[in-house]
T-cell receptor, first 113, second 112 residues
Framework: GAGVSQSPSNKVTEKGKDVELRCDPI?????LYWYRQSLGQGLEFLIYFQGNSAPDKSGLPSDRFSAERTGGSVSTLTIQRTQQEDSAVYLC???????????FGPGTRLTVL | AQTVTQSQPEMSVQEAETVTLSCTYDTSESDYYLFWYKQPPSRQMILVIRQEAYKQQNATENRFSVNFQKAAKSFSLKISDSQLGDAAMYFCASQGAQKLVFGQGTRLTINP
């Protein structure tokens, strides 16, 4: 079956603009995760969904970041009023069980000018 | 809280030789899992090997094996018969309460 997909692959935006990043998990996977990979901070957890609810959003760096998941499937990560420090690769992962292997998508590289 | 430390930012090895990547971790979870992920230039994170902390036996996957020392909180990865395709960033990670916590990564270079 298809793996985790993310779109867009690359996104360049201007400081102050809003961006939406999309993640399509593996069909049937109930758990979905967002991570951020940047040069200075390494790989950081952002948020975890179980179904459509987010029991752990402790990694969201500010209130400019939000995420939702609909139908227990697709998830969207929204960054409002982007800043240059938001430039990073945003990785999405899914799992059929919160304690099992997470399968990663190819990521979205966000560049804020 | 969980922390993962990889003390080797870069490693290199001759093709066909063996290399060991180091990882130490700290966790307050009683039940947890440890992973090694590989990230080639394509950015795709690929699971290399997984270890359940309650298992004493070290996990192996073909040329990849781990040395899991629970008391020392150490989880090293051994790659035998290194191949050019093994060149990548390698991340050690722990998983307790669902989320993965990653180390800073080790960039592995394979010399032909």
């Amino acid at each position: 079956g298809a793996g985790v997909s993310q779109s867009p692959s690359n996104k360049v935006t201007e400081k102050g603009k809003d961006v939406e990043l999309r993640c399509d998990p593996i069909s049937g996977h109930t758990a979905l995760y967002w991570y951020r990979q940047s040069l200075g901070q390494g790989l950081e957890f952002l948020i975890y969904f179980q179904g459509n609810s987010a029991p752990d959003k402790s990694g969201l760096p500010s209130d400019r970041f939000s995420a939702e998941r609909t139908g227990g499937s697709v998830s969207t990560l929204t960054i409002q009023r982007t800043q240059q420090e938001d430039s990073a690769v945003y990785l999405c992962a899914s799992s059929n069980n919160p304690y099992n292997e997470q399968f990663f998508g190819p990521g979205t590289r966000l560049t804020v000018l | 809280a969980q922390t993962v430390t990889q003390s080797q930012p870069e490693m290199s090895v001759q093709e066909a030789e063996t290399v060991t990547l180091s990882c130490t971790y700290d966790t307050s979870e009683s039940d947890y899992y440890l992973f090694w992920y590989k990230q080639p230039p394509s950015r795709q994170m690929i699971l290399v090997i997984r270890q359940e902390a309650y298992k004493q036996q070290n996990a192996t996957e073909n040329r990849f094996s781990v040395n899991f020392q629970k008391a020392a909180k150490s989880f090293s990865l051994k790659i035998s018969d290194s191949q050019l395709g093994d060149a990548a960033m390698y991340f050690c990670a722990s998983q307790g309460a669902q989320k993965l916590v990653f180390g800073q990564g080790t960039r592995l270079t394979i010399n032909p």
